[in-house]
């Protein structure tokens, strides 16, 4: 059982930069896959990156170079650093964990937080 809690999220203007973190409140990540999704008004849940617990990181391409995800397993947090901000990156965003090694889809993830909203202002 884990349990995962967001923070950092908030209202930025286009061009801005925000860090999300996710902290294991119950239970620890060291051991799974960390990965962020994010929800949209009306839209499906869609990944955005992950980060493996060999480091590896994979990113959504609408995001790759902007989007750093990063995990500190002695903090029992993962956290994506956003930079370079657009309006269409307004979501809420989802950090969530999976046993499996290069999860991109929902179903692949065991547990989830509750979310933090991102709005990014044009």
């Known amino acids: 059982q884990v349990q995962l809690v967001e923070s950092g999220g908030g209202l930025v203007e286009a061009g801005g930069s925000l860090r999300l973190s996710c902290a294991a409140s119950?239970?620890?990540?060291?051991?799974?896959?960390m990965g962020w999704f994010r929800q949209a008004p009306g839209k499906e849940r869609e990944f955005v990156a992950f980060?493996?617990?060999?480091?590896?990181?994979d990113y959504t391409d609408s995001v790759e170079g902007r989007f750093t995800i990063s995990r500190d397993d002695a903090k029992n947090t993962v956290y994506l650093q956003m930079n370079s901000l657009k309006p269409e990156d307004t979501a809420v965003y989802y950090c969530?964990?999976?046993?499996?090694?290069?999860?991109?889809?929902?179903?692949?993830?065991?547990?989830w937080g509750q979310g933090t909203q991102v709005t990014v202002s044009s």
């Open positions: 980060v493996h617990v060999s480091g590896m990181t």
């Open positions: 119950v239970g620890t990540i060291s051991t799974s896959t």
């Open positions: 969530a964990s999976s046993y499996g090694s290069t999860p991109t889809l929902v179903p692949e993830y065991n547990y």
